[in-house]
């Protein structure tokens, strides 16, 4: 069984900066692509950011530019850095994980989620 937990989420003025953290932890033999995911109240889920096993990212149209995501192969944790966040940023955010478990398994899984807001 793999979990994956989030944190470092809050409440940040516009313009500021707030760093997330998604750890997975569990029967991991092998970590591939992770993600994070948004969605906003009133709104459907939105694709946010991936980072691959090997390193390469990818970023949403809304976030390119502002967002960093890494990747700690050691820790099974990856990381959203995102700064210059606006209003239009606040939503609960979801780590996803793919991973090939101990006993050779393919899974995903995601995290609880954690609130972001952007406010004055």
């Known amino acids: 069984q793999v979990q994956v937990v989030e944190s470092g989420g809050g409440l940040v003025q516009p313009g500021g900066s707030l760093r997330l953290s998604c750890a997975a932890s569990?029967?991991?033999?092998?970590?591939?692509?992770m993600s994070w995911y948004r969605q906003a109240p009133g709104k459907q889920r939105e694709w946010v950011a991936q980072?691959?096993?090997?390193?390469?990212?990818h970023y949403g149209d809304s976030v390119q530019g502002r967002f960093t995501i890494s990747r700690d192969n050691a820790k099974n944790t990856a990381y959203l850095q995102m700064n210059s966040l606006k209003p239009e940023d606040t939503a609960v955010y979801y780590c996803?994980?793919?991973?090939?478990?101990?006993?050779?398994?393919?899974?995903?899984?995601w995290g609880q989620g954690i609130l972001v807001t952007v406010s004055p």
């Open positions: 996803n994980v793919n991973y090939v478990s101990t006993i050779n398994d393919n899974g995903a899984v």
């Open positions: 569990g029967s991991i033999f092998r970590i591939n692509a």
């Open positions: 980072i691959t096993s090997g390193g390469g990212t």
